[in-house]
Nanobody, 122 residues
Framework: QVQLVEAGGGLVQPGGSLRLSCAAS????????MGWYRQVPGKERELVAA???????IYADSVKGRFTISRDNAKNTMFLQMNSLKPEDTAVYYC????????????????WGQGTQVTVSS
């Protein structure tokens, strides 16, 4: 099992960019599928993007063309490059991982980290 820590959030103006990172400790990082998720108060957590162990990616329609998910297995780290940010991207962003792709795309996890706050505002 891997332990994950999110970082890189902050306050950015509309149209700006941020790069989130998800650092993993533990063994077997390269065989895990991973995902980025976000949640705003009063709403359910939603999948933003996910990446397989072989770096196949999927994106929520709301972020396609603006966000890019990637991973560096040598550094046990996953990234989310967020460009052209909009106020509606404001949320707490979380990462998570599992060996089963289905669990990643359905966000079927028993535990979550603290996440990193992204605020898009002028």
């Amino acid at each position: 099992q891997v332990q994950l820590v999110e970082a890189g959030g902050g306050l950015v103006q509309p149209g700006g960019s941020l790069r989130l990172s998800c650092a993993a400790s533990g063994s077997g990082f390269s065989i895990y599928a991973m995902g980025w998720y976000r949640q705003v108060p009063g709403k359910e957590r939603e999948l933003v993007a996910a990446i397989t162990s072989g770096s196949i990616t999927i994106y929520a329609d709301s972020v396609k063309g603006r966000f890019t998910i990637s991973r560096d297995n040598a550094k046990n780290t996953m990234f989310l490059q967020m460009n052209s940010l909009k106020p509606e991207d404001t949320a707490v962003y979380y990462c998570n991982a599992d060996r089963q792709w289905r669990r990643v795309v359905t966000a079927s996890f028993d535990s979550w980290g603290q996440g990193t706050q992204v605020t898009v505002s002028s």
